[in-house]
């Protein structure tokens, strides 16, 4: 699937959902194991931001790592729980998501094209998008109180497998493991200050404040 079929995917449930709302089931259901590549980039989008969305992120951590699980399981189709899959969109709706993939994809585009396809096609190409998937969506799911980018670094890893099968540029499972290391020193980064500072003012306290108390 080239992102120009997953663009016109999403043109048309944008002309199907003027005639009604249109769930996320019916859409993936439509592009068969195709869809869960599409679920997968379509999910990570609300997490490509710098903001933290707090339990947002634990959720759908969770949601993109169990899909990541059915592909690297060679699951022929998408399994979603019935509140993703039955959540609708109305026109308005799709027509942002259009919009949003649009943005994405006019990045991609200027740096991905086909090669090393024999990391993406086929089972094989599915089941390593899959793995990176499940870490990605687990490094996602970790609480880390709304510290910026903890969800943008794991999202760009999902993503970027996404686009790997997608754009069937192997290229792109290179990218996504530097985001994986990039969420991994992130990570480390934030629990390192949080132990020193924590061990510093335990000290300070101690210093400080009257024996009795």
Same mark, same amino acid.
């Given at each position: &699937?080239?992102?120009? %079929?997953? /663009?016109?995917?999403? =043109?048309?449930?944008?002309?199907?959902?003027?005639?009604? +709302? @249109?769930?996320?089931?019916?859409?993936?259901?439509?592009?068969?194991?195709?869809?869960? *590549?599409?679920?997968?980039?379509? @999910?990570?989008? +609300?997490?490509?931001?710098?903001?933290?969305?707090?339990?947002?992120?634990?959720?759908?951590?969770?949601?993109? =790592?169990?899909?990541? #699980?059915?592909?690297?399981?060679?699951? +022929?189709?998408?399994?979603?729980?019935?509140?993703?899959?039955?959540?609708?969109?109305? $026109?308005?709706?799709?027509?942002?998501?259009?919009?949003? &993939?649009?943005?994405? %994809?006019?990045?991609?585009?200027?740096?991905?094209?086909?090669?090393?396809?024999?990391?993406?096609?086929?089972?094989?190409?599915?089941?390593?998008?899959?793995?990176? =998937?499940?870490?990605?969506?687990?490094?996602?799911?970790?609480?880390?109180?709304?510290? +910026?980018?903890?969800?943008?670094?794991?999202? &760009?890893? %999902?993503?970027?497998?996404?686009?790997?099968?997608?754009?069937?540029?192997?290229? /792109?499972?290179?990218?996504?493991?530097? #985001?994986?290391? $990039?969420?991994? *020193?992130?990570?480390?980064?934030?629990?390192?200050?949080?132990?020193?500072?924590?061990?510093?003012?335990?000290?300070?306290?101690?210093?400080?404040?009257?024996?009795?108390?």
């Amino acid at each position: &699937m080239s992102n120009q %079929v997953l /663009m016109q995917h999403l =043109a048309e449930c944008v002309e199907r959902a003027h005639q009604g +709302p @249109l769930t996320f089931g019916t859409v993936f259901h439509a592009l068969g194991r195709d869809g869960i *590549a599409m679920a997968l980039l379509v @999910l990570s989008l +609300p997490f490509l931001q710098p903001v933290s969305l707090g339990p947002l992120a634990i959720g759908g951590g969770l949601v993109l =790592a169990g899909i990541g #699980w059915q592909m690297a399981r060679g699951r +022929p189709d998408l399994w979603l729980p019935d509140r993703i899959r039955r959540q609708q969109l109305d $026109a308005k709706g799709w027509e942002r998501l259009l919009g949003a &993939m649009r943005w994405l %994809v006019g990045i991609t585009q200027r740096f991905t094209r086909t090669r090393m396809t024999e990391l993406t096609d086929g089972e094989r190409g599915h089941r390593i998008a899959g793995w990176f =998937a499940v870490v990605g969506g687990l490094l996602l799911a970790i609480p880390m109180g709304g510290v +910026p980018f903890n969800n943008m670094l794991p999202g &760009m890893v %999902v993503a970027f497998a996404a686009i790997a099968v997608i754009e069937r540029d192997g290229l /792109m499972y290179l990218v996504a493991i530097l #985001w994986g290391l $990039a969420t991994l *020193a992130y990570f480390g980064l934030i629990v390192y200050l949080l132990v020193f500072f924590g061990a510093e003012f335990r000290d300070w306290l101690e210093a400080n404040l009257p024996s009795w108390l």
